[in-house]
């Protein structure tokens, strides 16, 4: 099993970041009480802190400078 599959904490943080960049509501949070949730919503801050700062979510996509 990958490594990512096994952290669920990481990967709820992860998750809710891309939530909250994206511009999603907090109430999205697909985990019930407990540490996972905790992490989803810690996520949905900072990537909603960087909406507001002018990060874009690139969707699947890089862009590369200068090629």
């Known amino acids: 099993m990958r490594r990512s599959k096994r952290d669920m904490i990481k ?8 939530m909250g960049l994206s511009g999603r509501s907090k ?7 407990g540490p996972n949730q905790l992490s989803w919503l810690q996520g949905w801050h900072a990537g909603h802190v960087d909406q507001w700062d002018g990060a874009t979510a690139l969707t699947g996509s890089y862009q590369l400078s200068g090629y």
């Open 27 to 33: 109430e999205t949070c697909p985990h019930g009480r």
């Open 11 to 18: 990967r709820a943080f992860e998750r809710g970041y891309q």
